[in-house]
């Protein structure tokens, strides 16, 4: 196979111009282009008001490649293409008797299961929430109703915390062994649309990936793995720092030797059980803030000029970064083009937002978290749970702010940055259900996260036009960006720094930010819980 990089086309082009451009590049006939398999597909918006093109990464098969490529040798973007496909790294043998554990069914687990269900390892899932269907119910009962179940919910059940997300699956890890794509893989086998393969920015949306998951959950039962939902584990078997089993919140026992824990950034009361039993868990940063919302169509016109619409292109998004006076980055986080945002509390008495969308990002806004990085040296000196009760403290406040019934506390831009409480919407109308309640943010949280917000908005409208309009909504609050402890793992066999068998992993345990990085990390735990689990076998 060849590879073609920044092979460029017009955003109308027709749909054999890709095929006569890759001839004309290679300078070849067409007879003699055998196959195309478009790797990645971006767009270059530099030059909004004249030409946005498309800029594609093609991969090819051809005939003589050997002579192609030798013709191409001192072309950068002509090369060999890698061998992106995914090789099991283990297989089970038939009598295999010590299955392993998965605490948690978000991304993280979802996608350890599916591996070891395919190697053969017959995994036991543990959820603590429920099922997709039940959990939609339960979700929706606070959108709706402002009733909260705490075991099911935003954050708890079955697809984890990504469920009902923007699905944006894309991610700046490094990733040599190409195992995004392998998630990807396993997501369009499940019914994802095929272009998540190849457009640059990929996206699901939520009611998509809800049956995706239902479907991959369906492939790991048929190869002989179970998922047990409404299962919480509320402690940890460990003798002699070998993990040896967990105990369900309903009294059953587990017995394993190898235990996945993909626990999602929410699990506080998994995070206490942890340190209570003396797992390696250390306090890290992570950031807070508001949510913003504008009109889409005010963030297309800045960011696609004149091609703002252009259904090749879709919703725009953006990213912006700010480094206030004060020493503090205040950086937007989790851009949700089209979308609403949404309460995502998993605990009574606590107000905390976040954004999705669905894959036709077709809402009336754009919404993104404004937030502002913390660390514990500085913002939460303590023990290693001190963030995570910081997050509690402020989300308190959040529903204090808000009234006390899951509303969320409000507040328009312009108030914002001139000091002054809100009263009355303009133009833009919060998405946020239950519904928000205007008032004044700064008592939400912290003078320096205030400062450096009301710094940032300003210098964020003259990057985007618009930004810091008067009538542009700021929603509270965002605190659980991402996990604000790691649970500490060896970097080689992925285990816990001081207990033997149980593999920290995911967004919880710090080793992952979104649902792409979770599947992917959750992949690798596998891998390395597969090679000890058969090496434990060889040496019994
Ligand atoms: P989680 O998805 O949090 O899953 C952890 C699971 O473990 C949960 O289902 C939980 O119930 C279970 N669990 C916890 N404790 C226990 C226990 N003791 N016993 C049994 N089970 C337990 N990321 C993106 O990349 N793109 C997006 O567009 C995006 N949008 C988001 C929108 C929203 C509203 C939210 C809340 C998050 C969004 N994210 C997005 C972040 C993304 O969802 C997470 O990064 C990702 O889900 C982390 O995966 P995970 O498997 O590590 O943890």
């Given at each position: 196979m060849i590879r073609i990089n920044e092979l460029s086309l017009p955003?109308?082009?027709?749909?054999d111009a890709l095929r006569r451009a890759i001839v004309k590049r290679l300078n070849?006939?067409?007879?003699?282009?055998?196959d195309v398999t478009v790797f990645k597909r971006s767009y270059d918006a530099r030059k909004k008001n004249s030409a946005i093109v498309f800029i594609y990464i093609v991969d090819l098969e051809v005939r003589d490649e050997g002579k192609v490529l030798a013709r191409f040798?001192?072309?950068?973007?002509v090369r060999p293409a890698p061998d992106t496909r995914y090789y099991p790294v283990a297989e089970a043998p038939?009598?295999?008797?010590?299955r392993p554990l998965v605490i948690g069914f978000g991304p993280c687990g979802l996608f350890a299961a599916l591996l070891l269900a395919q190697m053969g390892f017959r995994p036991i899932v543990l959820e603590r929430g429920k099922n997709v269907r039940s959990r939609t119910k339960d979700t929706w009962a606070l959108w709706?109703?402002?009733?909260?179940s705490p075991e099911s919910n935003v954050q708890f059940g079955?697809?984890?915390?990504?469920?009902?997300?923007?699905?944006?699956?894309?991610?700046q890890i490094k990733d040599p062994k190409f195992y995004a794509r392998k998630v990807m893989h396993e997501f369009v086998r499940a019914g994802?649309?095929?272009?998540i393969m190849y457009v640059n920015k990929p996206h699901i949306g939520t009611f998509r990936l809800t049956g995706v998951v239902a479907k991959m959950r369906e492939e790991i039962i048929a190869l002989g793995g179970e998922v047990r939902f409404e299962?919480?584990?509320?402690d940890l078997l460990i003798d002699n720092g070998q993990v040896e089993g967990v105990v369900l919140a309903n009294g059953d026992t587990l017995h394993s030797r190898h235990v996945i824990l993909a626990?999602?950034?929410?699990s506080r009361d998994t995070f206490r059980m942890l340190h209570r039993q003396g797992v390696h868990i250390e306090a890290k940063p992570f950031a807070i803030g508001f949510r913003i919302e504008h009109p889409q169509g005010m963030i297309d016109k800045a960011r696609?000029?004149?091609?703002?619409?252009h259904p090749a292109l879709g919703a725009a998004d953006y990213k912006l970064v700010h480094h206030a006076k004060n020493g503090r980055a205040v950086y937007s986080f989790c851009m949700c083009p089209g979308g609403t945002v949404v309460a995502?509390?998993?605990?009574?008495g606590r107000v905390v937002t976040n954004g999705m969308s669905q894959?036709?990002?077709?809402?009336r806004n754009a919404n993104s978290g404004i937030v502002v990085g913390i660390n514990p040296e500085q913002d939460f000196p303590g023990d290693a749970l001190a963030g995570v009760e910081l997050q509690e403290r402020l989300e308190e406040r959040a529903y204090e702010l808000g009234g006390s019934d899951y509303c969320a506390p409000a507040q328009l831009v312009g108030d914002f940055i001139r000091g002054v409480p809100s009263s009355e919407f303009g133009e833009v109308e919060p998405s946020y259900t239950p519904g928000v309640r205007l008032g004044?943010?700064?008592?939400?949280?912290?003078a320096f996260a205030i400062d450096a917000i009301r710094e940032a908005l300003p210098a964020f409208g003259r990057k985007i036009?618009?930004?810091?309009?008067?009538?542009a909504i700021l929603t509270g609050i965002e605190?659980?960006?991402?996990?604000?402890v790691r649970i500490t793992r060896h970097h080689?066999?992925?285990?816990s720094l001081n207990t033997r068998g149980l593999y920290p992993a995911g967004e919880g345990a710090g080793y992952a930010g979104g649902i792409l990085s979770a599947g992917v990390d959750g992949i690798k735990v596998a891998e390395a819980l597969a090679k000890a689990l058969l090496s434990d076998m060889d040496a019994a």
């Amino acid at each position: 196979m060849i590879r073609i990089n920044e092979l460029s086309l017009p955003l109308d082009h027709s749909d054999d111009a890709l095929r006569r451009a890759i001839v004309k590049r290679l300078n070849i006939r067409d007879a003699d282009l055998l196959d195309v398999t478009v790797f990645k597909r971006s767009y270059d918006a530099r030059k909004k008001n004249s030409a946005i093109v498309f800029i594609y990464i093609v991969d090819l098969e051809v005939r003589d490649e050997g002579k192609v490529l030798a013709r191409f040798a001192n072309d950068l973007h002509v090369r060999p293409a890698p061998d992106t496909r995914y090789y099991p790294v283990a297989e089970a043998p038939a009598n295999l008797e010590a299955r392993p554990l998965v605490i948690g069914f978000g991304p993280c687990g979802l996608f350890a299961a599916l591996l070891l269900a395919q190697m053969g390892f017959r995994p036991i899932v543990l959820e603590r929430g429920k099922n997709v269907r039940s959990r939609t119910k339960d979700t929706w009962a606070l959108w709706r109703k402002k009733v909260l179940s705490p075991e099911s919910n935003v954050q708890f059940g079955e697809g984890g915390a990504g469920l009902f997300s923007d699905g944006k699956l894309y991610s700046q890890i490094k990733d040599p062994k190409f195992y995004a794509r392998k998630v990807m893989h396993e997501f369009v086998r499940a019914g994802a649309p095929e272009e998540i393969m190849y457009v640059n920015k990929p996206h699901i949306g939520t009611f998509r990936l809800t049956g995706v998951v239902a479907k991959m959950r369906e492939e790991i039962i048929a190869l002989g793995g179970e998922v047990r939902f409404e299962s919480r584990v509320t402690d940890l078997l460990i003798d002699n720092g070998q993990v040896e089993g967990v105990v369900l919140a309903n009294g059953d026992t587990l017995h394993s030797r190898h235990v996945i824990l993909a626990l999602g950034h929410s699990s506080r009361d998994t995070f206490r059980m942890l340190h209570r039993q003396g797992v390696h868990i250390e306090a890290k940063p992570f950031a807070i803030g508001f949510r913003i919302e504008h009109p889409q169509g005010m963030i297309d016109k800045a960011r696609l000029g004149k091609y703002a619409g252009h259904p090749a292109l879709g919703a725009a998004d953006y990213k912006l970064v700010h480094h206030a006076k004060n020493g503090r980055a205040v950086y937007s986080f989790c851009m949700c083009p089209g979308g609403t945002v949404v309460a995502a509390t998993s605990e009574p008495g606590r107000v905390v937002t976040n954004g999705m969308s669905q894959y036709s990002r077709n809402e009336r806004n754009a919404n993104s978290g404004i937030v502002v990085g913390i660390n514990p040296e500085q913002d939460f000196p303590g023990d290693a749970l001190a963030g995570v009760e910081l997050q509690e403290r402020l989300e308190e406040r959040a529903y204090e702010l808000g009234g006390s019934d899951y509303c969320a506390p409000a507040q328009l831009v312009g108030d914002f940055i001139r000091g002054v409480p809100s009263s009355e919407f303009g133009e833009v109308e919060p998405s946020y259900t239950p519904g928000v309640r205007l008032g004044d943010l700064s008592p939400s949280l912290p003078a320096f996260a205030i400062d450096a917000i009301r710094e940032a908005l300003p210098a964020f409208g003259r990057k985007i036009r618009g930004f810091d309009r008067d009538n542009a909504i700021l929603t509270g609050i965002e605190t659980r960006t991402s996990s604000p402890v790691r649970i500490t793992r060896h970097h080689d066999t992925l285990q816990s720094l001081n207990t033997r068998g149980l593999y920290p992993a995911g967004e919880g345990a710090g080793y992952a930010g979104g649902i792409l990085s979770a599947g992917v990390d959750g992949i690798k735990v596998a891998e390395a819980l597969a090679k000890a689990l058969l090496s434990d076998m060889d040496a019994a």
